[in-house]
């Protein structure tokens, strides 16, 4: 079993910054992506930014200038520092994970159970 566990979310003022971080533990074999995906009231979840064990990154066109993901991959965690935000992006941001439990398992995807982003004055 493997557990993501997310930090850092909370209230911010438009135009603020914030750090979201997730650690992945339990029975990782290999780590082949993370990511942080948002839902925001209403609408579906959505890709905000992912990242591949090789370092390769890929950014929704809403956040793209304004987040910069990245990994510590020794200890399976990942971040998501987003500057500028504005109040469409408040949501639940998850954290997502790709993951081999053992050699011979398929690639599973692990979430998170959600941080609340909330940009307001």
């Known amino acids: 079993q493997v557990q993501l566990v997310e930090s850092g979310g909370g209230l911010v003022q438009p135009g603020g910054s914030l750090r979201l971080s997730c650690a992945a533990s339990g029975s990782i074999f290999r780590n082949n992506a993370m990511g942080w995906y948002r839902q925001a009231p209403g609408k579906q979840r959505e890709l905000v930014a992912t990242?591949?064990?090789?370092?390769?990154?890929n950014y929704a066109d809403s956040v793209k200038g304004r987040a910069t993901i990245s990994t510590n991959n020794a200890k399976n965690t990942v971040y998501l520092q987003m500057n500028s935000l504005k109040p469409e992006d408040t949501a639940v941001y998850y954290c997502n994970a790709v993951v081999k439990t053992t050699a011979l398992s398929p690639w599973y995807n692990y979430w998170g159970q959600g941080t609340q982003v909330t940009v307001s004055s």
């Open positions: 990242i591949t064990s090789g370092g390769m990154t």
